[in-house]
């Protein structure tokens, strides 16, 4: 453990130059992917800031700095971590480092009162699996808010989220020495939430201690993709570099509620894995990548400052949707396919939390509309699971997880689309 110690601070340490010297291992595509999914996030965290500012505020905005360690376990969700791997062990205890830089809300804006005056900024994450040989040593950049559910005068309880990138996991192929791997991509994106209370040990400290839930998954970008799932307490401090400033409490106005009528559209990729029996009578496995494109409209409702509610149809082209191959040569091959095979047709409600320009939405569909298809097991719902940022000129965009059985990630959707929004009251004047 000792080891592992100290290989997690030296990489840690060394997070960002390490993205950078090994940028050649990744593919152009899955390259490409990445950086526009980590500029999602930087726009995400830039925007909710620099909409907080202004050349008015006299009084800047309290910066902290927070260090975490979690030692967890790992949640066995696969055969390849219970115990299917050239180890032939399970996978258990796990642990973590965590820095994160914060921005202290004080109420400057009313959404920040909403939302109890939380903290957001960004993280580096570093995870480490002791004598572990086949997933790597995972590290982590992210962006992230943490919100309470309630303060008190020197506590509070309160949710985290963290949205980001991870790389350094090992690349391996879909099925490898006999063994399906959870993860084959260097990079996969990276989820975290947790619970946890913060309490005052000074005018510039405090003792932080929480449980999280940690997520992995490269949305099929790149098989395999299993995803590592890992849960863990976290006890750290955070330091404030300036002292504590008093929270801006103001009269809410009563919010009017609003129409909202958008469409989106959003290319995805997902590669697809087969097996076949090579002419030596081995089994060999493949995989292909398949475009899906989406284009999706609904009209939300915003009932509050901090909710909107809704519903809307998807039309997409699923590349992958009862893909096949052919045998040439001994090797497969894509089959060809009708454009009507692939063509499906969805209906979903929608919930959105609102974040200033930010929206983190959920939307639970299911399909009126399937070709028929040689696979008997073909999921019948999906869910969505995304953030959205609004831009000047009616302009939205952002990134989703779709999924399916409320537990597997299909693929990652990148949307940018056009909204109108419209007010109409109903009370009489």
């Known amino acids: ?24 291992m990744l593919s152009e595509k899955s390259r490409s992917y990445k950086s526009f999914l980590l500029l999602c996030l930087l726009l995400f965290n830039f925007h909710l800031f620099a909409g907080d500012t202004t050349k008015t505020d006299v009084q800047r905005y309290t910066k902290t700095i927070h260090f975490y360690y979690q030692p967890g376990m790992v949640i066995p969700t696969h055969a390849f971590v219970k115990g299917d791997n050239p180890q032939n062990k399970p996978y258990g205890f796990f642990h973590s480092f965590t820095a994160q830089y914060g921005i202290q809300s004080d109420g400057k804006k009313l959404w920040q009162q909403l939302y109890g005056y939380p903290v957001w900024g960004f993280g580096a994450y570093s995870a480490c699996f002791p004598g572990d040989h086949e997933l790597g040593h995972p590290l982590a950049v992210y962006a992230y808010i943490n919100a309470p559910f309630k303060r008190w005068k020197k506590w509070s309880i309160n949710y985290e989220v963290d949205f980001g990138i991870s790389f350094n996991w090992k690349r391996h192929d879909l099925r490898e020495n006999g063994y ?23 005018k510039r400290l405090n003792l932080y201690f929480g449980l999280n839930f940690t997520h992995f998954s490269n949305g099929s970008v790149k098989l395999p993709n299993l995803g590592v799932n890992m ?11 300036n002292d504590r400033q008093a929270y801006i409490s103001r009269a809410k ?40 494109y989406t284009v999706s409209t609904g009209v939300n409702r915003q009932v509050s400052y901090k909710i909107k509610i809704g519903g809307g149809l998807d039309l997409s082209y699923n590349g992958a949707y009862g893909a096949d191959t052919t045998m040439k040569n001994g090797k497969p091959e894509k089959a060809t396919a009708i454009f009507g095979d692939k063509f499906l047709i969805g209906v979903f409600p929608s919930f959105e939390l609102v974040i ?3 929206s983190i939405l959920a939307q639970p569909g299911f399909y009126i509309y399937l070709p028929e298809t040689e696979s008997m097991d073909v999921p019948t719902t999906y869910q969505r699971v995304g953030i959205k940022y609004y831009f000047p000129g009616n302009i939205v965009a952002g990134v989703n997880v779709r999924a399916y059985n409320f537990s597997q990630a299909d693929f990652i959707e990148f949307n940018v689309g056009y909204t109108l929004k419209w007010k109409k009251s109903y009370r009489s004047r």
């Not at 453990?1 to 010297?21: G, V």
């Open 231 to 241: 849960l863990a307490p976290r006890v750290g401090v955070n330091y404030l570099f």
């Open 356 to 358: 200033n320009q930010i």
């Open 1 to 24: 453990m000792f080891a592992c110690n100290i290989y997690s601070a030296h990489r840690f340490a060394q997070i960002f130059n390490f993205a950078q010297t090994h940028r050649h």
């Open 180 to 202: 399906y791997y959870p993860i084959g991509s260097f990079a996969t994106v990276f989820f975290d939430f947790g619970i946890n209370s913060v309490v005052q040990l000074s």
């Open 253 to 292: 106005p009563t919010y009017e509620k609003e129409w909202e009528w958008l469409i989106t559209l959003s290319p995805s990729l997902k590669q697809v894995g087969f097996t076949y029996v090579d002419s030596n009578s081995d089994t060999v496995a493949t995989a292909f990548n398949y475009g899906v």
